[in-house]
């Protein structure tokens, strides 16, 4: 039982220590209350500070994951939007070449059948996205910035959270990365062209309608005795019409052709985006939310237990103060004995 002292009073010394704690922890939770965080230093919790910065470096790679998912859809709508320009145009040069090889209007439905076909090929060799072009490569065998793309939609350093999809060179003949059919529509015998620009050539290139229905007529023979070729006057005979129309029946064949590996295409395209980048952002949503809450369990402050804390703290504070003025007077009673 400690005495009556003149020289110490421990007491107060006791008092004053319960009160600067109660000061400090009142304090704290003024500081929580206005940060929102219960971890706002490293000695609040050392582990939960450690737990909670991994699950901030996670969320930060889920978060690029997602952005990566997000940008290869918009690529693909890119490409699936102008395949379906594609097929739209060669849906009407079909029409168009049904009504040459029946005989009508062989000129005028030529003439827009040759816009068509140009167009299809500019289409080819003009669509890009983030300046990288999609259906078109320069020559080398390798799209100017890729040949099959990949994208990290996943977490997973190790290559298990990126996926691939080969993007088809259009102007190509290359069974696993061109698309011979279409290319074939919209190229002459010598060379596919947009304006000057010659974007295939080769030793062995397929018959095709790049300069129409009248044009390609396979330069290499001879039809009736009249040669064919390049300038061939449908007006010198009747065994030249008859040869345009067979041609327009051929190209009906080749454009049906076309129609179904672009239609293929956009589908492998949409299955790629539905299975591999959509899934995949739907997960990441998924984890991002979980990942949250666990974050914000360990870091967050709870407001309901802030608020009782400090009305707490405040009547402990002021109570002990009122009893540290209280002990400060116990000298006065060993003076008393002392008189």
Do not use: C, H, W
């Not at 991994?54 to 699936?80: C, H, P, Q, Y």
């Not at 097929?87 to 003439?111: F, M, Q, R, V, Y």
């Not at 040949?147 to 977490?155: A, C």
């Amino acid at each position: 039982m400690a005495g009556i002292y003149l020289n110490t009073d421990v007491a107060s010394m006791i008092t004053a220590l319960q009160v600067r704690k109660t000061n400090d922890k009142l304090n704290n939770s003024m500081l929580q209350q206005t940060t929102g965080l219960k971890i706002n230093y490293a000695i609040d919790d050392p582990s939960g500070l450690v737990a909670s910065e991994v699950m901030r470096g996670e969320l930060a790679s889920i978060s690029a994951a997602k952005t990566n998912s997000e940008r290869a859809i918009g690529m693909f709508k890119v490409a699936d939007q102008a395949l379906g320009l594609i097929s739209d145009k060669l849906t009407k040069a079909k029409e168009l070449a049904g009504l040459i090889s029946s005989g009508n209007e062989i000129e005028a439905n030529n003439d827009e059948f040759t816009a068509i076909m140009q167009s299809i090929a500019r289409d080819i060799q003009t669509t890009s996205y983030s300046g990288n072009k999609l259906f078109y490569n320069t020559g080398t065998g390798a799209f100017e910035a890729f040949e099959e793309s990949k994208f990290q939609v996943g977490t997973d350093t190790s290559g298990e959270g990126v996926v691939s999809f080969q993007l088809k060179n259009l102007a190509g003949n290359d069974t696993a990365t061109g698309m011979a059919s279409l290319s074939k529509l919209v190229t002459d015998e010598k060379a596919m062209f947009v304006g000057d620009n010659t974007i295939f050539a080769g030793t062995g290139s397929p018959r095709g309608y790049g300069n129409g229905l009248l044009y390609n007529l396979s330069v290499s023979s001879t039809i009736g005795g009249v040669a064919a070729g390049n300038g061939f006057d449908i007006t010198a005979s009747s065994i030249q019409k008859d040869a345009v129309k067979q041609n327009a029946l051929a190209a009906v064949g080749d454009i049906d052709k076309a129609i179904s590996d672009v239609a293929r295409y956009r589908g492998q395209i949409g299955g790629f985006q539905k299975y591999s980048l959509e899934s995949s952002i739907n997960s990441l949503n998924n984890r991002f939310t979980q990942v949250t809450a666990a974050e914000a369990d360990i870091r967050n402050a709870d407001a309901t237990q802030l608020t009782q804390d400090i009305t707490s703290g405040q009547l402990l504070l002021q109570s002990g103060i009122s009893t540290l003025l209280l002990a400060g007077q116990n000298r006065s009673y060993a003076l008393a004995l002392l008189g």
